[in-house]
């Protein structure tokens, strides 16, 4: 499956995945790393088998030796399309890494917000709220409130079970 993964040959992974191949299998590097396929799709930007791992039930939220989940990888590789597809399915943008870093802070560190920031107004537009267990990491509402994006803003009050006049940690 790491195999096919690396190879970015998508047949390979769905037929793969359909006899039974683990979506959840580890490969460790020579360097000790360790990483499950959605790191290494997410790493590559392999969008199209990293929706089919998504689709044989990978954990979105699995993280490597170092608390590094796929969405990170995504911020950190600057691969939109993954980010995209993972916000989708409901991957948590309000988890950390060991280093404390969340998705919001590696994009911002990687001078890639901007681009961070308009793929997840996209998914938003398109009827997907994101996911965030954290929302002093990522308060979805100020998110969209400080991009001054009103649709995503309409679409996210739309949907309901947000406090409007809730504040994140610094009290906005």
Same mark, same amino acid.
């Given at each position: 499956?790491?195999? @096919? ?8 992974? *769905?037929?793969?995945? *359909? ?11 020579? &360097? *000790? +790393? ?6 290494? @799709? ?20 699995? *993280? ?24 989708? +399915?409901?991957?948590?943008?309000? #988890? ?20 961070? !920031?308009? +793929? ?13 267990? &954290? ?5 979805? $509402? &100020?998110?969209?409130? !400080?991009?001054?994006?009103? !649709?995503? #803003?309409?679409?996210?009050? +739309?949907?309901?079970?947000?406090? $409007? ?8």
């Amino acid at each position: 499956l790491h195999h @096919a993964i690396l190879c970015g040959n998508t047949v390979a992974v *769905k037929m793969l995945m *359909k006899y039974g191949a683990h979506a959840e299998a580890t490969i460790e590097t020579t &360097n *000790k +790393a360790e990483f499950r396929p959605i790191h290494i @799709a997410a790493r590559l930007g392999l969008s199209t088998v990293l929706q089919c791992l998504i689709d044989s039930g990978c954990d979105l939220n699995s *993280k490597t030796k170092n608390g590094e989940t796929a969405l990170m990888m995504c911020s950190k590789y600057r691969r939109e399309e993954c980010l995209k597809v993972l916000v989708r +399915a409901g991957a948590d943008i309000g #988890l950390v890494n060991l280093a404390g870093q969340s998705v919001v802070t590696v994009a911002r560190s990687n001078q890639w917000y901007l681009t961070f !920031q308009q +793929a997840i107004l996209e998914v938003i537009r398109k009827g997907k709220i994101p996911k965030s267990s &954290n929302i002093s990491l990522f308060s979805l $509402l &100020n998110f969209v409130a !400080q991009a001054g994006d009103v !649709q995503a #803003l309409q679409a996210v009050i +739309a949907q309901g079970g947000i406090n $409007l006049d809730t504040r994140d940690d610094r009290g906005y």
